[in-house]
Every structure is written in structure tokens, then in C-alpha cells.
């Protein structure tokens, strides 16, 4: 049956109404789809180019060159190499162990390195880059190259790495870098980024330590882009770091390398200072150790070597070591007498072998006495009632203020690391640090550089060269900082009475030159540059009343921790002073036979500049300096008397 007009009419009018209201929805719907990527796209375009760079995009940083250290005539004393290495991404790699277990069969890896890296992998981010091996050879890395494939997150790296061409000459001195440590990190309060890298490396000890900044410099950038596993894809873009500083030290690499070898077999230590500028010109510990040794991560057992031997290598003991100074002190508390009024030159002092103060005996060392000595006679016979009688007179404040005005009992300024502040004692020092009163024997022995006072060798020279001079000289080991000349250690004048320096100077000529001075078998011939000197011994025992009254033991015949320590100080030459030198040995005996000759071999090797003519030497020796000059050529540093040799 035919449906009429009008019902289909109002059929197609529902159905229109409907669609548009459905249209109008679904319009509504792709306009706001519309305006929402509009908004996405366009208003929120950049924010979300941020996101995406940062997720396909990292920055890594790029380590700098650390700066070069030279010597002052510019030998290269530590400088950067290339090292190959391998290193392991744990994202990329997948099964670690797997991975490494391939690995070693195709090169050596050592334990303990590798269970560092292990550690690391673990707690470090997965994208970071992890050193399984340092210092891997050539044939290594082309065999990693080969097999990559089998070795996913595997990389062969090359990279810098420090090393000392000197060896052991410097590695008190400049001291050594090594692998950033948690210690190394709780000592930062804000660590550098850089030194979070693993096994980034930082100075430990000495100038490396102290100028660690300095020689640092500052890291550089990479972008690269990564893929979803973290795999680098390809670099970006890259912005160079600034490397560290090149230093130059004051130090004479061929008076250094010498030092090392003469005191070859001693614990001892030896420092010369230029006394117009202040500079060290020479700084030697020995024994001393291969810096190179720490630089990847010393061994245990080559560690243990070093603390079990007695000779104690590790110590700088050059600056950091500090001994009783025995007689070297004499010219200290003649120049306090001196200066208080209380020493007239012409007077002299009766020494017959001892002197007795609040019931108890001080003997000299010279059993029998010198008699009646002044004081050219004292220094140059080394007697110890003459400064036992000063002492009393002077008093132990204006001791302690000559020895600092002299050098001794501060810390002097260099960038090195357990620089020792040595000890010139008072009054006051006694009651905090002792809790007890201060004696007259204290300043008694004071007098002769026993009891409470102390010194470095560093100190010992310094004050050779302060007497030389008449001016404060001040040590500098940092000439200068990219070829920037640092200050120099001249000083001012010491505002000391140059007459009585000038009676001291001659005393001292007189230990080195004349026939009854206690270093004259260890004089200089060439007049020219004849030297000022003087023998310290102090003890590091006690000696019992019946020992003395049965005779004192030879040190020759103590047990080797039980023997004096001997010492000796100079400048030279007497008339025109260039360099000051102090030398210690410990547990050496007397210092007019084991340190005096040893200082007057370093002294003409730094006046000369190369190995001194025998005419320079007495004609006795002549025969064994010749011999020993034949042997210190070959050598290469490795870590390897008379009742008169008291004084």
C-alpha cells in the first residue's frame, strides 16, 4: 500500500534533523580534535621538541688534559700519554658476566681491576661507560676490534693517561695521580661532574694534590644521539674543555737526579735553595718509590713492601720529616746572645766537660772539655758547655724568637702536601702541650737542638740561607704557571745585626776550613767556591751515668734505630753566596762522616752544574770521588766515627 505524501514528508524531516544533530556532534568533536593539535602542535611545539631531544639526545662529558709539570730548564717531569683501554656500557651489553666471560678469553684481565669495574657497573648509571682494562696493548685492542660483534656494549677506548719519566726522583716532591676513590669524594663538598667518571684521575699527593685545580682545567661537552638501547648512533655536536696548566718548578732535574743517587742506601733526605731567588733547586727523600706505580692502582703486595720497609720510603722527609738539629742549632743561639747584649765576642766560656745545672750534670760531647772557647772556637769545634752557659743567660723565649726569624718552627708556604711546621719551643708552648711547667734543663738542652726542638731538613736549609744573606729568604717550588714567572722567595732583610752575622759566617768558614773544624775533612778546595758549614748529631737515645762512666757506645756498634741522626748545613760560596744546603740522615752516626760529605758533594755539583773537577776536592778523596762519580753516572733512581763526629 502506497504510504501518503504527507507521512513521507515527515519521515524525511526526522531523518534530516537527526543527521544534522549527529553531524553537528561529530563537527564538534573534529573541531576540538582540531584545536587540541593545533595547541600540541603548534603553541606546545617547542616544549615538546625538549622532550624529544632529551630522550634521543645525551651530553657526556669530555675529560680535559691535565696540565704538564717541567723542570726549571724545562725537562718534562709528568706528562700525559695515550692509553688504550677497554671499556663496557651494562645498557648495551646485556648479560654482563656473559659478555666479560667472552672476553677474557680473548685478553688478560686482572681481578682486581675488573671487580672495580663490576662494583661500578653496578651502581652507576647503565649508559655510562665502564673501564674493564687500562693500559691494554695494541694486540688487544685489534683483537676487541675483530669480535665486536660477540662482545655487545664492549668498546676499545683511547684516552690519556699520566706518567713520570723521571721515575722516583720526583715522587715525593710532585707526588702522583691515581683513580678518584669515596674518600677522595667525602672530602669535596660539591664535587666537580668530572670526578664522578670512573676512574677519573686526580693528584694525591704533593704538587699534584695541592695544584689538582690548577692541573685539571675544565671537562668539555658532546651531544650525541642514542638509540632506544642507549647505543651512541652518531655525535652531534662537540665543544672542546680547557686544558690544565703547565708548571714549571724551580727544581734542576740533573741536581735532583743527582741527590737521589748519592743518597742511594740512606734514609735521608737532602735540600739545596738558591739563595738569591729562594728557589728549591733541589728536594730529595730516600728512599724513594715509582710514582707510575700508583698511577693505575698500586698492587697490595708492592704497597706492603713499601709501609714494612724501615727505611720508610713513602714519607717526604725532606719537608715533611723533622728531627731533633742538634749543634746545626749553635748559630741560633749564638745569634739570640748576640742580639740580647749577652755574648760580648771577646769573652770566652770554660768547658770542662760538662756543666752542672740544678743538680744534675750536662756533659759536651768532647769527654775531657775544650777549655776556655769563644765563640769562633765553639762552632768551629762544635763545643756544647759554651751554648749550655748561653742558654741560661738568654733564656729560652728569645731562642724560640731567633730560630722563627731564622725559619725554624713555622710552616713554610708551598704547595706540597704534610709540609711540617717544626718546633721552636717556649714557655707557653710547654704548659698547653705538656701540662707541665718549663725547666732550666729544657732551655739547657734547647741549647744544643735536643729536648722539645725540631726541624725539617727544608727548615735546616732555609736557615743556612737566611745566615748567608742577611735577608728572609722564602722557599718557592712553582717558578711559573704557563709561562707566567710566579714571585720569587727573596725576602727582607731579617733586621739582624750584620756584624754578628758576619762572626757567625766566619765561624762557620772556620768548621769546613780550618784544621780543628769538625767538617774539614769534607772541605771544599777551589777557592772560589769554598763553603761555610756545619755538623749536627742528635740523639735519639738516652744515655745511662753508668754507660758514660764505662764509655759511651760507638754508634757502630747500636742497632741501626738506636744510632744518632746526623746532619749537616752550608752555603757556598763563603764570599758571594749562591746556594744553601741541608742534609739528614737518619740513624747515620756523626754528622762530620755521614752528612758533611754528602752535603759537600751536592754543594759543588749546584755551584759546577755537572760533575765537579777532583782538583775541587781534598787529594785524599780524590781516588773515591772519581770512582764514585763513574757509578752515580750510571745510576738511575730506584726504590729500592770518632767521638769528634758527635758534634
Not at 556532534?25 to 617547542?46: F, N, P
Not at 683501554?85 to 648479560?95: K, L, P, Q, S, Y
Not at 721515575?167 to 674518600?183: I, T
Not at 668539555?220 to 718548578?249: F, H, P, W
Request: include cysteine.
Amino acid at each position: 500500500m502506497r504510504r501518503p505524501t504527507r507521512d513521507t514528508a515527515e519521515s524525511y524531516r526526522k531523518i534530516t534533523r537527526r543527521g544534522l544533530i549527529i553531524g553537528g556532534g561529530m563537527s564538534a568533536i573534529v573541531g576540538t580534535l582540531a584545536l587540541r593539535m593545533r595547541y600540541l602542535q603548534v603553541e606546545q611545539a617547542d616544549q615538546f621538541r625538549l622532550l624529544a631531544d632529551e630522550n634521543r639526545i645525551n651530553i657526556r662529558l669530555i675529560p680535559p688534559t691535565r696540565g704538564r709539570i717541567f723542570d726549571r730548564n724545562g725537562t718534562t717531569v709528568a706528562e700525559n700519554v695515550p692509553s688504550y683501554r677497554i671499556t663496557m656500557v651494562r645498557e648495551e651489553a646485556g648479560d654482563v658476566e656473559e659478555v666479560i666471560a667472552r672476553l677474557s678469553k680473548l685478553v688478560t684481565l686482572d681481578p682486581e681491576e675488573l671487580d672495580r669495574a663490576r662494583r661500578d657497573l653496578e651502581r652507576l648509571r647503565g649508559d655510562t661507560p665502564v673501564t674493564l682494562a687500562d693500559r691494554v696493548s695494541w694486540e688487544d685492542i685489534s683483537r676487541i676490534a675483530v669480535n665486536t660483534p660477540a662482545l655487545p656494549g664492549v668498546t676499545p677506548d683511547v684516552g690519556l693517561s699520566r706518567r713520570y719519566p723521571q721515575g722516583e726522583a720526583y715522587a715525593h716532591l710532585v707526588g702522583y695521580v691515581g683513580p678518584v676513590s669515596d674518600r677522595d669524594l667525602e672530602r669535596i663538598d660539591a664535587p666537580d661532574a668530572l670526578l664522578l667518571i670512573p676512574r677519573f684521575q686526580i693528584g694525591k699527593i704533593g704538587l699534584e694534590a695541592r695544584q689538582e685545580e690548577l692541573l685539571r682545567g675544565e671537562a668539555g661537552t658532546k651531544r650525541v644521539e642514542v638509540n632506544a638501547a642507549g647505543r651512541v648512533m652518531r655525535e652531534l655536536e662537540r665543544q672542546e674543555g680547557t686544558s690544565g696548566k703547565d708548571i714549571q718548578i724551580s727544581i734542576d732535574n740533573n741536581l735532583q737526579t743527582y741527590c737521589h743517587a748519592r743518597l742511594a742506601g740512606e734514609s735521608a733526605a737532602a735540600v739545596v735553595v738558591d739563595c738569591e731567588s729562594g728557589d728549591l733547586l733541589a728536594s730529595a727523600s730516600a728512599p724513594s718509590f715509582d710514582p707510575n706505580l700508583f698511577v693505575r692502582g698500586i698492587s697490595v703486595a708492592n704497597y706492603n713492601a713499601l709501609l714494612e720497609n724501615e727505611y720508610r720510603p713513602l714519607p717526604n722527609k725532606a719537608v715533611q720529616g723533622i728531627y731533633p738539629p742538634g749543634s746545626t742549632f749553635k748559630m741560633v743561639v749564638a745569634l739570640a746572645a748576640l742580639e740580647a747584649g749577652e755574648l760580648d765576642l771577646t769573652e770566652t766560656v770554660y768547658c770542662p766537660g760538662h756543666l752542672e745545672v740544678s743538680n744534675r750534670r750536662f756533659h759536651c760531647w768532647k769527654r775531657a772539655g775544650h777549655g776556655n772557647v769563644d765563640l769562633h772556637r765553639s762552632l768551629r769545634e762544635s763545643c756544647d758547655v759554651f751554648y749550655y752557659d748561653m742558654a741560661l743567660r738568654v733564656g729560652i723565649e728569645k731562642i724560640s724568637e731567633m730560630a722563627r726569624k731564622l725559619g725554624i718552627g713555622i710552616e713554610h708556604e708551598l704547595p706540597l702536601t704534610s709540609v711540617a711546621s717544626g718546633l721552636a719551643p717556649t714557655k707557653e708552648w710547654k704548659l698547653i702541650n705538656r701540662s707541665a711547667e718549663w725547666v732550666i734543663g729544657d732551655s739547657v738542652n734547647a741549647a744544643i737542638g735536643q729536648g722539645f726542638v725540631l726541624a725539617s731538613p727544608l727548615q735546616l736549609a732555609i736557615m743556612s740561607a737566611r745566615i748567608a744573606t742577611g735577608r728572609e729568604v722564602k722557599p718557592r717550588v712553582i717558578k711559573s704557571i704557563d709561562g707566567v714567572e710566579q714571585p720569587s722567595g727573596v725576602g727582607d732583610t731579617l733586621g739582624i745585626n750584620e756584624n754578628h752575622l758576619r762572626e757567625v759566617r766566619k765561624a762557620m768558614f772556620a768548621v769546613s776550613n780550618d784544621r780543628r773544624g769538625t767538617a774539614y775533612s769534607s772541605r771544599i778546595i777551589e777557592d772560589a767556591f769554598r763553603m761555610a758549614g756545619k755538623t749536627g748529631t742528635s740523639q735519639v737515645r738516652n744515655i745511662s751515668s753508668g754507660e758514660r762512666a764505662t764509655g759511651v757506645r760507638r754508634n757502630e756498634d747500636l742497632p741501626w734505630r738506636q744510632r744518632d741522626h746526623a746532619l749537616f748545613v752550608d752555603f757556598a760560596p763563603m764570599d758571594n753566596p749562591k746556594v744553601a744546603v741541608a742534609v739528614v740522615v737518619e740513624h747515620g752516626g756523626g754528622g762530620s762522616t755521614a752528612a758533611a760529605p754528602i752535603a759537600r758533594d751536592i754543594t759543588l755539583q749546584a755551584l759546577y752544574g755537572e760533575d765537579p773537577p777532583l782538583a775541587a776536592y781534598p787529594s785524599k778523596d780524590r781516588g773515591r770521588i772519581k770512582t764514585q762519580q763513574e757509578q752515580l753516572r750510571q745510576y738511575s733512581p730506584g726504590p729500592t766515627g770518632d767521638e769528634s763526629d758527635r758534634a
